[in-house]
């Protein structure tokens, strides 16, 4: 296959991604004192950064690899909000779907880092499901992106309340309606809700803790088999896409395939599964062959996990990667 070609094809790509959004800020610093005033370090901070996170940050790896990604969420009205709106802006993302409510914070995820390494952890937000009314107007925005226009949908769940169960149903149908592909990254609380969905991503943590079994993945391949395929009975969908961490990635439509990862030196896997979304959606809706669709995937995946704190895909990197393994 030419690899080239199927890489051409992510620019002329619309994707809707759906989920909850935030903000991923870091504070870099240097750790030489503990402090006086209690059993803890001092961070002599030097660098402040913020970027695109969550779901949002699916966009932006789809927006690295060519592809016009429209974020749909729902955020608080507030200044974390606005300072969201405008890292997509300057990211050149479409924010036609955000809706900012006044009944809800904006979620920001704060890193305290020290010499690559986190520290602390600070979170802001409200995970309370959206209201009736907060959910009407995301559909409504929905439908008005879905007539200009869009080649797949992508539900990316961070269990922060904006995929409610009868907001998965809505899109699910009206996917069905205009022949969208949909591909998901599912969260637990709403595992069996994607029914009759494309393509179902969820890593095997999660694939164990939706289907509530415990196995052995490397002791018993039979076990996690099961697993799937019981998990495509439930679910009806197409495609099945496990990722495996260390082991590398399992895919299957009507045969199962695994393939292995790639020795890396990893340094951080926070958002690797976006990554792997995002570039397993843009070659299935650019034709790519199943097994094609799982290696690209793979690679990507592990290639972000190199870099520390979460990344996005560099498109030229990802293909000279793609062409010397595969």
Known sequence: ????????????????????????????????RMSPEAPVPVVDLFEKDERIGGAGNVAFNLAALGASPIICSVIGADLEGERLIQLFKDASISTDGIYASSNRRTTVKTRVLSNNQQLLR?????????????????????????????????????????LT?????????????????????????????YKGCTLFKPN?????????L?????????????????????????????????????????????????????????????TVIAVATLCLISGAEIHTIAAIANIAGGLVCEQPGVVSIEKERLLNEVNKLL
């Open 1 to 32: 296959m030419n690899f080239q070609d199927l890489f051409d094809q992510f620019s002329k790509k619309r994707v809707l991604v759906i989920g909850d959004v935030m903000v991923d800020a870091y504070l870099k610093g240097k750790v030489n």
């Open 214 to 274: 415990d196995f052995d993945f490397v002791a018993d391949h039979d076990a996690f088999l099961s697993a799937v395929n019981d998990l495509q009975c439930r679910l009806g969908n197409s495609i099945s896409f496990i990722t495996l961490s260390e082991h590398g990635v399992f895919i299957q439509e009507d045969q199962p395939i695994f393939i292995p990862a790639h020795l890396r030196n990893i340094a951080d896997v926070s958002g690797a599964g976006d």
């Open 165 to 193: 169960p009868s907001l998965i149903a809505s899109v699910l149908s009206l996917a069905k309606e205009h022949q969208i592909p949909t591909t998901v990254d599912p969260k637990k609380d709403h595992f069996f809700e």
């Open 122 to 162: 600070i979170d802001s937000e409200d995970t309370n499901l959206i209201n009736a009314a907060e959910e009407a107007q995301l559909i409504k925005q929905i439908i008005s992106v879905l007539e200009n226009g869009i080649d797949g949908i992508i539900f990316e769940d961070y269990n922060k309340g904006v």
């Open 204 to 212: 095997l943590k999660e694939l164990k803790e939706g289907l509530q």
